[in-house]
Each structure stands twice: as C-alpha cells, then as structure tokens.
Nanobody, 115 residues
Framework: QVQLVESGGGLVQPGGSLRLSCAASGYISNAFAMAWYRQSPGKQRELVAVISSGGSTNYVDSVKGRFTISRDNTKNTMYLQMNSLKPEDTAVYYC?????????WGQGTQVTVSS
C-alpha cells in the first residue's frame, strides 16, 4: 500500500524559510517521479514542483529561485526547501506520486506565511 506522509509545515514570517518532507512507503519510490502541490482556500490545487526518478526538476514560475525540490532515495523521502516565503505561499502543501497509473496523495501540511 502506497503511503505518503508530509511534515514540516508551520507558521513563518514573510522572508522566512521552511523545509517540508514527504516520507514514502509501500513502493519503490525512487523509480517514480514525485511532486509537491499546494491549495489555498477558494483556489484549485496547484503544481508547485516536480522531481523525476533521475533527479530532474521543474517549478511553477512563482516559486523559481526560492523553492528547491530534492529527494533522498536512501530514505525514501522527498523535500521542499522554501526560502524567501511570501504571504501568497500560504496553503496546504501536498505530496504526490503516480504509480502504475494511480495517483497517491499525502494528508497535507499547512504552511502559513504571516507577520
């Protein structure tokens, strides 16, 4: 059973940093791409960053230069380092992967950027 568990969210002031983690289990995580999405109240879920099984990365324009996605295959864990946070980054952040055509999601972790 594929399971994804996020952690690391919290309240941070504008300009601050947070690192999110996504622990994967139940499958060979390093064989599949993984991604971070976010959703703010009243908005659709948005793709933030994706990392391929080979380590290639892509980001939505609004986070380029501020966020870094990475993975540690020895720990079956994906990360999202978020720097220079802005109030508009406030959202619930979700970890995602697609295994054999089925999409899996974590429970989400709240990130709030506010002074």
């Amino acid at each position: 059973q594929v399971q994804l568990v996020e952690s690391g969210g919290g309240l941070v002031q504008p300009g601050g940093s947070l690192r999110l983690s996504c622990a994967a289990s139940g499958y060979i995580s390093n064989a599949f791409a993984m991604a971070w999405y976010r959703q703010s109240p009243g908005k659709q879920r948005e793709l933030v960053a994706v990392i391929s099984s080979g380590g290639s990365t892509n980001y939505v324009d609004s986070v380029k230069g501020r966020f870094t996605i990475s993975r540690d295959n020895t720990k079956n864990t994906m990360y999202l380092q978020m720097n220079s946070l802005k109030p508009e980054d406030t959202a619930v952040y979700y970890c995602n992967t697609v295994v054999q055509g089925a999409a899996y999601w974590g429970q989400g972790t709240q990130v709030t950027v506010s002074s």
